[in-house]
């Protein structure tokens, strides 16, 4: 790499670095002044604190941060050194303002790899964890997912549900299998939906009952098919399963878990939008960069930050709240084309301010 794209690479960098730990310290300060009493709950002293804030910012602000900084640091980038007159000494030795800010947006390229690598581990895992901890469940071993099914393993029986919403407590798509202490099937399951109600009661709906006698192996089991009957196997614990959100699961595995719901004939629209939005959401640091950069560069005409910076807030206000209303507003197919849509648009007014630059 040449001389002068290093230097604005390094600046780029050094300033997205900076944007995002100085704004990560000031939401910690407002957290604990806000959220204090939360934040005692997740245990005493530092360590309480800390485990709060670990957990707390990845999940809810890193998302956000990521492409916010990547504008600043793409505004910051080019528009320092256009304040300082060196993008116009750059143009008077011949070389246009995008051939300095292409380094900056391939830089940006790179770190939209970097934000869907950090928002498949970090961010996931982090979200998993402070929903555990707020909900007060202990069982984050128990749960698990494979093949499009969220299972949960609870002494002797094994249970699957294809679906859950938490708003009316109901389980999707159940089976419960069952065994004794040997391992030997002795009842399974299957029913199109349960309500988990108090007192460790289960309502199920259109259910299908087979009982093994544990003395007969050879012996056909017994088959009772019932339209409502309530079993007695939940417990606290088993609310884990309440927690079976796909919201929660890596992009692969949300992939599996459409096809699953698709198989069983299932509406798959809102979990594919999230899908969508999901895959979308780490270009956005990308295009947040491509409408930085020429704001940065028309710096050079009246030498304040303020003007430019006050558009490029006006431009990043406007995407999150057209995101927000899509996301509200948006169904079927019109919602998991929505995220490229945004970005299309957006990028398209970014593409024209960037072929403008220096003109």
């Excluded at 004794?180 to 002795?186: A, E, F, K, T, V």
Aim: charged share 20%; net charge positive; aromatic share 8%.
């Amino acid at each position: 790499m040449r001389i002068l794209p290093r230097y604005f690479v390094l600046g780029f960098l050094a300033s997205y670095a900076a944007i995002l730990f100085v704004s990560l310290v000031a939401i910690a300060i407002v957290e604990m002044m806000v959220n204090f009493d939360h934040v005692l709950e997740h245990g005493e002293g530092l360590a309480g604190v800390a485990s709060y804030l670990f957990l707390r910012l990845p999940s809810y602000y890193l998302p956000l941060l990521m492409p916010i900084a990547a504008f600043g640091a793409a505004f910051l980038g080019l528009g320092l050194p256009a304040r300082s007159l060196e993008v116009l000494a750059a143009k008077a030795s011949g070389i246009a303002p995008q051939r300095l800010a292409a380094p900056v947006l391939a830089a940006a390229a790179a770190l939209c790899l970097v934000s869907f690598a950090v928002s498949e581990t970090l961010v996931l895992e982090a979200s998993r964890r402070f929903e555990r901890v707020e909900g007060d469940v202990n069982t984050e071993r128990r749960l698990f997912q494979s093949r499009g099914s969220f299972w949960y393993h609870r002494g002797t029986t094994l249970l699957r549900v294809a679906s859950a919403d938490r708003k009316t407590r109901t389980l999707h798509g159940v089976q419960i299998w069952e065994r004794d202490r040997n391992g030997r099937l002795l009842r399974s399951i299957r029913a199109e939906s349960a309500r988990i109600e108090a007192e460790q009661q289960w309502e199920l709906r259109n259910a299908v009952i087979r009982e093994f006698p544990p003395n007969r192996p050879e012996a056909a089991p017994r088959m009772v098919a019932l339209p409502r009957t309530r079993l007695e196997i939940g417990s606290a614990d088993d609310l884990a399963l309440l927690d079976a959100d796909p919201s929660s699961l890596s992009l692969r595995k949300l992939g599996e878990y459409i096809d699953a719901q698709d198989r069983d004939g299932r509406d798959t629209a809102p979990v594919r939008a999230l899908w969508h939005a999901r895959l979308a959401d780490p270009l956005s640091v990308l295009l947040f960069a491509l409408l930085g950069a020429p704001l940065g560069a028309a710096v050079e005409q009246t030498r304040s930050l303020a003007a430019p910076a006050l558009r490029g807030v006006g431009l990043v206000g406007a995407f999150y709240a057209l995101q927000t209303s899509v996301s509200l507003l948006g169904h079927g197919a019109a919602a998991s084309a929505a995220p490229w849509l945004l970005l299309a648009g957006f990028g398209a007014y970014g593409l024209r301010r960037f072929a403008q630059m220096g003109t």
